[in-house]
């Protein structure tokens, strides 16, 4: 067999050939370069500019799922869909949290976009390493699915019991183990040196805060993609469609941020629904299994799971709004 024509074949278990791959994977490190040279110049990112790139990263993944319903069909579309919303959902947590962290390292509003471009690219190479293992440990056999759905469960009990927790989430930096670490190793300046992260401070090499905000934004991001990626192999077994997923959910992180910098804090139930998500999930992967086993099991449908979803989200939102003006008056 030729090389073309390994290239053009779809991967075992996929709807991706290597040609699909490599395109995906050229375009998503065109992307990524366009988002490093806006961001080279330390500048404060005002609305129009967050509002415009955001509208872009939400109209590409609606023509790349157009694509993959003209291309393969409506399954693949609504599972490709329906991973974009659950990865789009947990990532606005995973925003929060980076909101969280570079509040409590006060980093200069002209720097906070290359934080979170640091962040999004750590979180890309870890999706793909995750996604990797999910697809390897699949091949496995089906009570993979059993271990993925445990996962999802226990999480969605520790969101929910944070959610709970009076004050919601909370970052305390000092008990960050990676951040201790970096801290032990060498010695930290008292200011930021615009994007550099080492300089020579009397004589001797210093990191400075921006390194530790960036490895800590990096070591939130380890955590997330342990949740994310069973999630989206909840949806679906394809690699490539749960790669793609992530990836489009990410890339508009950086925008998205500075449009809802100001509206996230007031999402109070977002993690209530986060939780409900995650077990519904879990739920769902110990079905898909126990159906291989005993067919009597019903399975849920990808198309209800996008419907429980979608629900789930816009009941939290709406419940989050009226909490808030309740508070105000």
Known sequence: M????????????SIASGQLWLITGLALVALLTVDIVLTRRPHEVHMREAVGWSVFYLVL??????????????????????????????SVDNLFVFMLLLTAFAVPPELTQRVLLYGIIGALVLRGIFIALGAAALQMGTWVFVIFG??????????????????????????????RLLRRMVPVTGEYHGFRMLV??????????????????????????VDSVPAVYGVTEDPFLVFATNAFALLGLRALYFVLRGALSRLRHLDY???????????????????????????????????????????VTLTSLRAERATRK
């Open 200 to 225: 020579r401070e009397k004589g001797r090499l210093a990191v400075t805060p921006l390194a530790l905000a960036t490895v800590a934004v990096f070591a939130t991001d380890i955590v997330f993609a």
């Open 150 to 179: 445990a996962i999802l469960i226990v999480t969605a009990a520790k969101v929910f019991k944070q959610a709970r927790e009076e004050g919601g989430q909370r970052v305390d930096i000092d008990s960050m183990r990676s951040v």
């Open 61 to 90: 993944p609606v023509a790349f799922g157009f694509y993959l319903w003209g291309g393969f069909g409506g399954t693949v579309a609504v599972e490709f869909f329906t991973g974009y919303v659950v990865e789009k959902s947990l």
């Open 2 to 13: 030729s090389a073309g024509t390994l290239l053009a074949a779809p991967a075992q278990g």
């Open 273 to 315: 629904g986060l939780a409900i998500i995650l077990a519904f999930i879990g739920v769902k992967l110990v079905l898909h299994w126990a159906h291989g086993v005993w067919t009597q099991i019903p399975e849920i449908p990808t198309l209800a799971s996008l419907g429980v979803i979608v629900v789930v989200l816009v009941t």
